[in-house]
């Protein structure tokens, strides 16, 4: 993986161009994932429970946590925090709670099964692309990605697969705990989600990636 010190900053204003648009797809993504009623992503579900059990709006109780989780991630390995780490931190709580005002009064409310999961398995793709998006763009990973990877290093563990899914399964726990918004959709994303980011980064943001290096 290359080093910030090795490219130029032409590169790397592509790249946080690219990180910052992953960003705003991954949130509109997990914005469907809650329009479908079938659940979201592991930490989005634990994070709109406990904000909705505070009586907080997601935004700002995201922001807080993510700003706790950064703190510790900068004094554990600092490396892992680039620009990237800054737009998902700041932005994904705020753009959920727009995207989910503009759904709300433009799209009808699933009436069917069968339309949930539609509206589930689009959400699924668009929130996929955008977490590859931003993953492939290489510029600093969120603080709640940054987890795993610190437990590895302090605990000196190389099995990364496992620390991830006990990660997923403490904030699904945690959702259910405190009535956040679980479903069938978050087991998907936290054990599922893999093959749909090795299509996207293979088939489509490989290549795009390949344009944004080209000094």
Known sequence: MPTVS???????GRRSIMSLIGVLIFALGATILLASNLGMDPYSAMNLGVSQLLGWQLGPYQLL?????????????????????????ALVGYEIQ????????????????WLQILLAFLGLLVFTFGLTMYLVADVGISPYDAITPMILKVSHCKNYR????????TA?????????HFGL????????????IIFWERHVLGQLLKRITVA
């Open 172 to 180: 699904m726990m945690i959702a259910v705990l405190v009535h956040g």
């Open 98 to 113: 727009f995207f989910n005002l503009i759904l709300l009064k433009n799209l009808p409310t699933p009436n069917s099964l």
């Open 185 to 196: 959709v978050t087991i998907i994303v936290a054990f599922g989600s893999g093959p749909f």
């Open 65 to 89: 946590l993510n700003l706790g989780i950064l703190i510790v991630v900068f004094f554990v390995d600092r490396h892992l925090i680039g620009i990237g780490t800054i737009f998902n931190m």
């Open 162 to 169: 496992l620390i991830r899914i006990i990660q997923d399964v």
């Open 6 to 12: 090795k490219r130029s900053y032409r590169e790397i």
